[in-house]
């Protein structure tokens, strides 16, 4: 018995307590949502910031895709968001992701800007806590005036 005991002393309860991985310090993941007035894919001078749009983060098992962890937020009034997660997330594969836009005539998730890769362990080398993910953005249902001439910018000159 005295051995049963100590095998559960010394293997089952620090496996238990590891499996739930919790941090002393819990991870925030940030980034920024907008509405491409232009519909041109990527951030221009006529995209604005998106107050009040749905996004969370959603870790996956590497191995089978299966999803472990969901967690949602909303943008601040200047289209920021921070979630917290305070599991550490080492072994799986985590994005932060569009889920609802706050504005129905920029409703549509704008291809390839749906979702951000962030990275949520500690043992990685990271000294802060703030993990941060690149912008995601809606589109408009329709481009708004001007941005032709905005456009004409990115476009390539042939000589």
Do not use: W
């Not at 005539?105 to 990685?124: Q, Y």
Request: net charge neutral; hydrophobic share 40%; with cysteine.
């Amino acid at each position: 018995m005295a051995k049963l005991l100590l095998f559960i002393a010394l293997f089952v309860v620090p496996c238990l307590v590891s499996a739930t991985r919790m941090v002393k310090n819990p991870l925030v993941v940030q980034g920024q949502v907008y509405c491409d007035h232009c519909r041109a894919g990527f951030e221009t001078p006529k995209t604005r910031n998106m107050a009040g749009a749905k996004v969370k983060v959603v870790c996956s098992n590497r191995k089978t895709g299966d999803v472990v962890y969901e967690k949602e937020g909303h943008t601040d009034s200047t289209g920021q968001y921070k979630i917290a997660v305070s599991e550490d997330h080492l072994d799986e594969i985590c994005d932060a992701v569009l889920v609802k836009s706050s504005q129905p005539e920029c409703a549509e998730m704008s291809s390839g800007r749906e979702r951000a890769r962030v990275v949520l362990t500690n043992f990685n080398g990271i000294s802060s806590y703030t993990r941060f993910a690149n912008a995601m953005g809606f589109m408009a249902n329709k481009a708004e005036a001007g941005c032709a001439e905005v456009m004409k910018v990115y476009q390539e000159e042939d000589d």
